[in-house]
């Protein structure tokens, strides 16, 4: 019959329209008590009724999937043996199928050799350009970038504010299990254990860290280097003549050379290990 069907709907809007304030009646004061967690009943789908949420004093929860701009995972502060040491290897993924391409990287570089080190030296996102779309978050093969829930990030300055650096971007890995709980463990599951891919290697190896396994590893290169050296100069040196004591200063700035040359030596060998680190995971 002509009408009815109107009728109908005009009657769940005004149920709705009731049911707003039989709800209000029964949370009462009691709608913002923080123990009683009644403002997440009242988003969830048990509500009845129209209500507002009173942003910026409210916020709804955001579900677990929920994606904003993305996150550097770093190593937690307090960690042992890394502590906020980055996840990312600046493989350059994340750029490459990123759709705006709003992401640029630059690879660290070891300062002697100029050879790459698996490492970020600088990461800028363009966060007006970012799209929120997650491929970069899908595709990092380490783990190391993932999709925030801080949506407040307007500002009224929309050049410099809004090209995230590396140290805007980074936030510790317990910072990303606390928002995505669930994500964090299917992760941890599929990478093999809670700790990053290289650390876990590291540990397979019998070794604490790859910082400690670097570590020891300058330490074994400077004694060959040494060694080496010794040898070298040995038939150079006439025996006979006692060799004139240098003076202090050029005795010292000599060391400080031959430290500088053991170390660069020691950095070429830790970027060549972690390349082939990274080549073996890849
Ligand atoms: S894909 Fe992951 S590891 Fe590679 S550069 Fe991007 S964030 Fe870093
Ligand atoms: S979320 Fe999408 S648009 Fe934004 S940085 Fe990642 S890949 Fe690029």
């Given at each position: ?77 307090d960690h042992e043996d890394r502590p906020g040491k ?197």
């Open positions: 019959m002509n009408g009815v069907g109107f009728a109908k709907g005009m009657w769940v809007t005004l149920r709705h329209f009731l049911e707003t304030y039989v709800d209000d009646v029964r949370y009462g004061f009691r709608k913002y008590a923080p123990d009683l967690n009644n403002f997440e009943v009242r988003q969830g789908v048990e509500a009845q009724g129209a209500f507002t949420v009173q942003y910026p004093d409210e916020k709804l929860a955001m579900p677990e999937r929920f994606r904003f701009v993305p996150f550097l995972v770093v190593e937690n502060y980055d996840w990312c290897t600046s493989c350059g993924i994340c750029s490459k199928v990123c759709p705006p391409q709003c992401i640029w990287i630059v690879r660290s570089n070891d300062p002697e050799t100029g050879r790459p080190v698996p490492e970020p030296e600088a990461f800028f996102i363009d966060i007006d350009i970012c799209m929120n779309c997650g491929f970069c978050a899908e595709f990092c093969p380490f783990d190391a970038i993932k999709m925030d829930h801080d949506y407040e990030l307007a500002s009224y300055d929309r050049t410099t504010n809004h090209i995230f650096d590396k140290d805007k971007l980074s936030k510790e890995f317990r910072y990303w299990n606390t928002i995505a709980p669930t994500r964090a463990v299917e992760e941890a599951e599929a990478r093999g254990g809670w700790e990053h891919k290289d650390a876990q290697k590291e540990a397979r190896r019998g070794g604490s860290s790859r910082d400690n396994k670097a570590t020891e590893a300058r330490e074994e290169k400077r004694e060959a280097v040494r060694a080496r050296k010794e040898a070298a100069a040995a038939p150079e040196t006439p025996a006979p003549v006692a060799e004139a004591p240098k003076p202090a200063a050029a005795a010292q700035d000599d060391e400080e050379e031959k430290r500088k040359r053991r170390e660069a030596a020691l950095r070429r060998k830790a970027a060549r290990a972690a390349k082939r680190d990274e080549e073996s995971d890849s």
